[in-house]
């Protein structure tokens, strides 16, 4: 049962992140000959508070691209 984890940053809409399952677990099907019923996809949404890269928050980024 191949388990699938994502990690993005919170905001999107529900039709991309459902979108996005779908492409996930065709591509999984596909690649690893596994049956669409076993595979599992899980989304972890994360606040832009609490995502950083290079010891910056993705709010932080954001505040300064606005201003």
């Known amino acids: 049962m191949p388990i ?3 990690t993005l940053v ?9 979108a996005m399952i779908s492409a996930v ?5 596909e690649t690893v000959a ?7 996809v ?3 949404e994360v606040p832009t508070t ?3 890269a290079g ?3 993705i709010a932080e ?4 691209s606005v201003t």
């Not at 677990?25 to 099907?29: D, G, I, L, Q, R």
């Not at 596994?34 to 599992?40: F, M, Q, S």
Request: proline letters at 5%; aromatic letters at 2%; a positive charge.
């Open 4 to 6: 699938v984890e994502i």
């Open 10 to 18: 919170s905001g999107r809409a529900p039709e991309e992140l459902r």
């Open 25 to 29: 677990t065709k591509a999984v099907s």
């Open 34 to 40: 596994a049956p669409v019923a076993a595979i599992r």
């Open 42 to 44: 899980i989304i972890h």
């Open 50 to 52: 609490h995502f950083a």
């Open 55 to 57: 010891d910056v928050t």
């Open 61 to 64: 980024r954001q505040a300064v």
